[in-house]
């Protein structure tokens, strides 16, 4: 069964910077991109960030310059690095991975960041 568990959300000021993983089980890791999304109160899910196998990245314009998706394959883990935090990016961060069978989401981390 696959599963996807994130961790390293918490409540920051504006400026500062955090650090989420997340962690896979049940696949072969590191054949599959993954993704980071996003969801605002009130809001539609956004794509954030994405990082292939192979590691080629791709982010959402809103934070390009600011956020580093990277992934450790050994540890099947996912992370994504946020700097310059804005109070804009607060919501709940998913990481999902796209199968032939269908897309698996984690449990979300909140990511509140204070003005």
């Known amino acids: 069964q696959v599963q996807l568990v994130e961790s390293g959300g918490g409540l920051v000021q504006a400026g500062g910077s955090l650090r989420l993983s997340c962690a896979a089980s049940?696949?072969?890791?590191?054949?599959?991109?993954i993704s980071w999304y996003r969801q605002a109160p009130g809001k539609q899910r956004e794509l954030v960030a994405t990082?292939?196998?192979?590691?080629?990245?791709n982010y959402v314009d809103s934070v390009k310059g600011r956020f580093t998706i990277s992934r450790d394959n050994a540890k099947s883990t996912v992370y994504l690095q946020m700097a310059s935090l804005k109070p804009e990016d607060t919501a709940v961060y998913y990481c999902?991975?796209?199968?032939?069978?269908?897309?698996?989401w984690g449990q979300g981390t909140q990511v509140t960041v204070s003005s």
């Open positions: 049940g696949i072969i890791f590191s054949i599959y991109a």
């Open positions: 990082i292939t196998g192979r590691g080629t990245t």
């Open positions: 999902s991975v796209l199968r032939a069978v269908g897309t698996t």
